[in-house]
């Protein structure tokens, strides 16, 4: 029997979701506004605070991405974020065991962080596997089709991105001294997992160009990258301005907020202007 394509979103998907919200809730309070306090709430002890305010963005976002699983209705709306989710929390799992000795045995964060990282790939994997299926691959009432041109440059910023994170995860130690910050091999990995978020969530635009598959994915990238600039500005100092990597990361994370909430605002212009059909 065909797979009923109603665009429903499964209560599996759901009830995941509402579980994993107040995780990124405390892990973003923990991360953005107390940087300097991982050693005592933490799982594992941060250094610099710029890289658990960068590890922090991804959650904020995360939480934003979570929530519009209650507020858009409609699977396809949310389906290219889990892959990346998949993804990221998968490149964390395998950071914990290849750097267990870093973390904070016993401490409440320690059982969290474990426990979280070793069932979430799982679970996130059998709600996209299990929802995929209702997606009817036809664009909303009212919706618009994304540019190849457009498509295309998202995917080659998408694809650099992961490339770059992919590096970091798979060899820190050839970054240690030349990344933006100073990095340990645990945090250049967790740094490059964060990477791989937007490049995981671009390539599906390969394949899809309803700008409703995209829109509140890309309204989660648009929250992380807005914290990623602030978080820039207020641990400016933990920045290594020798490195030219520092000056690579801050000008590309500056182009990307602008380029981002560009093509949002043009993509909806489209949207209420032009509805694809």
């Known amino acids: 029997m065909p797979p009923v394509r109603d665009d429903r979103i499964l209560p599996f998907t759901w009830w995941l979701s509402l579980a994993i919200i107040p995780f990124l809730v405390v892990a973003s309070v923990l991360l953005y506004l107390l940087p300097g306090s991982t050693d005592q709430t933490f799982a594992w002890t941060i250094q610099p605070d710029i890289t658990a305010m ?19 209705g409609k699977w396809h709306r949310i389906s290219h974020g889990l892959p990346a989710v998949f993804v990221f929390a998968t490149l964390l799992s395998i950071a914990t065991f290849l ?4 973390f904070h045995f016993g401490h409440i964060s320690f059982i969290t962080w474990v426990t979280l990282y070793v069932t979430t790939p799982v679970l996130v994997l059998a709600a996209g ?4 299926r209702t997606d009817p691959r036809t664009p909303d009432r009212l919706d618009a089709v994304i540019p190849g041109a457009v498509r ?14 992919a590096v970091l995860f798979a060899f820190p130690n050839l970054l240690l001294g030349a990344w933006a910050w100073e990095v340990t091999p645990l945090t250049a990995r ?35 990258l807005v914290f990623i600039v602030l978080a820039l500005v207020l641990r400016w100092d933990d920045l290594v301005w020798e490195h030219p990597a520092a000056w690579a990361f801050t000008i590309g994370i500056g182009f990307s907020l602008v380029a981002y909430v ?16």
């Open 152 to 165: 295309a440059l998202l995917v080659v910023v998408g694809v650099s991105a992961f490339v770059t994170g």
């Open 54 to 72: 960068f590890l922090g963005c991804a959650y904020l976002g995360g939480i934003w991405f979570f929530l519009q699983v209650f507020r858009v």
């Open 129 to 132: 596997l299990l929802n995929r």
């Open 99 to 102: 750097h267990w000795d870093r």
């Open 190 to 224: 967790v740094v490059g997992a964060v990477l791989t978020l937007p490049g995981t969530v671009n390539i599906w635009m390969l394949r899809d160009a309803r700008w409703s598959a995209f829109r509140w994915v890309f309204q989660a990238q648009i929250v992380s």
């Open 262 to 277: 560009a093509f949002f605002l043009l993509m909806d212009r489209r949207r209420f202007t032009a509805p694809a059909t």
